[in-house]
């Protein structure tokens, strides 16, 4: 499964727990990622990262997530970022690592 396909299956999945319909969800999800790029382009210094917006706005484990999505595209700070947000978040390793996992499993490496 190719990350496209990955992407489609999980939004599909989301939609159905939540009762959307996929063309509501896919719509909005897209209105998210647009409200994301938006908020930064017009953000002053003083408002803050993206990483810190989420934290604020959608809370601790999207915060968390934003910043490994944002750390694999070489953005280290969004990492650092998050210990000085809440050192709590390293709880949600748990997941990547059930993500790990999944993946060597997916490709046959279950080592």
């Known amino acids: 499964m190719n990350q496209s396909d990955r992407l489609g ?22 209105k998210l990622v647009q409200a994301f790029d938006e908020t930064q382009f017009k ?11 989420v934290y604020r706005v959608l809370g601790d484990e999207a915060a968390y997530h934003l910043a490994g ?17 809440d050192s709590t978040l390293k709880r949600f390793r748990t997941t990547i690592e059930r993500w790990e996992f999944e993946l060597r499993t997916e490709l046959g490496d279950e080592a």
């Open 9 to 30: 299956a999980a939004v599909a999945k989301i939609c159905k727990e939540h009762g959307i319909p996929l063309a509501v969800g896919t719509a909005a999800f897209a």
């Open 43 to 53: 953000a002053h210094d003083h408002e803050g990262s993206l990483v810190n917006q």
């Open 69 to 85: 999505l944002l750390h694999r595209h070489d953005e280290g700070m969004a990492l650092e970022e998050l210990k000085y947000l």
